[in-house]
Every structure is written in C-alpha cells, then in structure tokens.
C-alpha cells in the first residue's frame, strides 16, 4: 500500500478561500476589519520568517495588521506594559507573543498577561481550561490544523484509537483534549507517550491514528506501525543545508518507509506547518465577531 498524501497547502487554501469570503461579509456587513498584532522579542531568524508569513497572510487575506519588532533586550515590564496597550486597543482583536522569548523574560507572565479574549494563540490557561472542559473559544492553531487536516482528509476519528507522541503544552496535551472531546471531529480513544513511557512500540503499532509531535528526526520507523495508520507528522527538524544554504527539513516520522504501510500521511513540510498559520488567522476572525458580539 502506498499511502495518500494528506497535503496541508491544499486543505490550508481551501480554508483560506472560505475565510476570504467571510472576512469580505464582515467589512461589507458590519464595517468590521479583524485585526491581529504581532510582538517579536529579539532576531532569532526563524522567529522573523515566521512572524513576517504571518503578517504577509494577514495581507492576503484582508486582516489588519501591526508589527512590533522589538530589541533583544527589551525589558519584563516594558512588554507587559505594552501587552496592556494592545489589550485596550479596539482596533487589535488578537495578539500573538512570537515564542520563544529571551531568558530574562518569563513567557508565562507574558502569555497570562493578554487578555484571554484576544488570545489567538489559544496557550492562555483560560482558554485551555475551555478546551478541557469542551467549550473552547479558541483552539490551539497547531492542533487545530491537525482536526481539520483529519476532518477534511474524511478521516474516521470517532471511535478510532489516537495514539499522540509527545505532550507539549502546545501540540501533544491540547490535541489529545480535542480529540476525546464527545463532539463531532472527535469522540477517539486518545493514549499520549513521552519519554516516560515504557514500550512506545505497543502504542503506537494500535494507532489507527498516530500523531507524531516529538521533534525528533524520523523517530517513527515502519516496524512501529501497523498497515492501514493515518499519520500526521507535526516535527519540524532543521537536518542540513543544501549548497544555496537553504534548510533541508525532516518529520519525526521515517516517511520514504512509512508511507509504504499508511492509509494516508503528511508530508514535512507541507503538511501541518501551512495549517498552524490558517488557524491564527481563522481565531483572529473569530476574536472579531466575538468582539462585536457576532458569534
Ligand atoms: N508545523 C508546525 O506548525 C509546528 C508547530 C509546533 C511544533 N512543531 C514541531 O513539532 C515538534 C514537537 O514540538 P513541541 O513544541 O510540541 O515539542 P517539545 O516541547 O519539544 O516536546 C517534545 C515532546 O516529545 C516527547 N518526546 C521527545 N522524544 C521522545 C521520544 N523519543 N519518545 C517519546 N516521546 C518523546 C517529549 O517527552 P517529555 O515530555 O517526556 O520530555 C515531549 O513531551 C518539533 O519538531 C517542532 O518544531 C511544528
């Protein structure tokens, strides 16, 4: 068997196109221009190419945007101060902190201090108490572009076996709370590994469905998984240069094997990465309506 290729770029253009429309009816409609506001501490290059895509889909998509790039050795209180600002602002309906931020600042302060309506990132601890408990206002943009990736790819996740790699508190905890929601797009029987576990091998070989979040190169060998397994490879691993100095990039899953026993799998990149930012911009939509009492 030779799996289906879950591509991210495509079901992330289809989503687009529908917000497009939407984000046309909001300004038609009710004169309202969602806005987003990104804050980038210090010149970690990959941090700068990820927040300048996000300002460039803003763009495309018609969000308004604000870009704050600030000195690497901005202080505690003078971001916070400046969260303060961006909370009170009308025109800025999401803010997004670009992480990692530098050691001298504490990231969870920094995350706890914006307001949990314009947290577009979905990592306040209000917000993921809501998702816990089923009634999220936001969803984490990574997970998130995972339960599409599956919904649209016409995956069955409703009583399938989800077996996640990983337990970050951006991708492995909130995915494993989304998926064993009792709700539509979810309703699986979730197990999470980690370092901890004993025999990763035993999970993962029952996962109809196997989530792969470990940042780990190819960590996640053929013999590890049963025929038939839809995969979502969420690793992002930098593993050389080509001769134009350009990153060569890998998944924590071994795809050239894999794909050869799976139903279907993503491919790194343009698998989940190109999903992670449609979903940021579809909870700044969101943060909007909500704003104007819209949803
Ligand atoms: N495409 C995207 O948009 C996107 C978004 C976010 C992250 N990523 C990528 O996804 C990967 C994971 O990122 P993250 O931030 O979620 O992870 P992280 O904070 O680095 O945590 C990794 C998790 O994987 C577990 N783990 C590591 N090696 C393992 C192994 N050999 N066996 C079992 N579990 C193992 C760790 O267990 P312990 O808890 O026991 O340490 C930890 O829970 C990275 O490559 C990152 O670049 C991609």
Redesign the pocket.
């Known amino acids: 068997m030779t799996a289906q290729i879950i591509s991210g770029t495509e079901i992330a253009k289809q989503i687009r196109e529908e917000m497009k429309q939407e984000i046309a009816q909001l300004k038609e409609k009710h004169n309202l221009v969602p806005g987003l506001v990104t804050v980038l501490v210090g010149e970690d290059p990959a941090s700068q190419v990820y927040v300048g895509s996000k300002v460039k889909t803003c763009d495309a998509l018609g969000i308004y945007s604000e870009r704050y790039d600030l000195p690497a050795d901005t202080g505690e209180e003078e971001l916070l101060a400046l969260i303060d600002k961006l909370n009170k602002d009308p025109k800025i309906h999401g803010i997004l902190v670009q992480l990692p931020l530098p050691k001298h600042i504490d990231a969870t302060r920094v995350l706890c201090a914006i307001d949990p309506q314009k947290d577009v990132d979905g990592f306040h601890p209000v917000n993921m108490g809501k998702l816990m408990i089923g009634e999220p206002d936001y969803l984490p943009c990574?997970p998130h572009g995972i339960q599409q990736l599956l919904i649209r790819s016409g995956t069955q996740i409703s009583g399938a076996e989800v077996v996640v790699?990983?337990?970050?508190n951006?991708?492995?905890k909130p995915i494993a709370n989304i998926l064993l929601q009792k709700k539509e797009g979810a309703n699986a029987t979730v197990t999470v590994?980690?370092?901890?576990?004993k025999d990763?091998s035993f999970h993962t070989k029952r996962a109809d469905i196997l989530i792969v979040?470990?940042?780990?190169p190819k960590?996640i060998t053929a013999d590890m998984v049963k025929e038939g397994v839809v995969v979502i490879d969420?690793?992002?691993?930098r593993i050389g240069k080509t001769a134009e100095g350009k990153a060569i990039l890998c998944g924590?899953v071994d795809f050239d094997s894999v794909k050869e026993k799976a139903k279907a799998i993503t491919p790194v990149p343009g698998g989940?990465?190109p999903m992670?930012i449609t979903m940021l911009m579809l909870n700044t939509v969101k943060a909007a309506k909500l704003a104007a009492g819209l949803a």
């Open positions: 990574t790699v990983g337990r970050s951006i991708v492995g590994c980690h370092t901890g576990t990763m979040a470990a940042g780990k960590a969420v690793g992002v691993n924590d989940v990465g992670t």
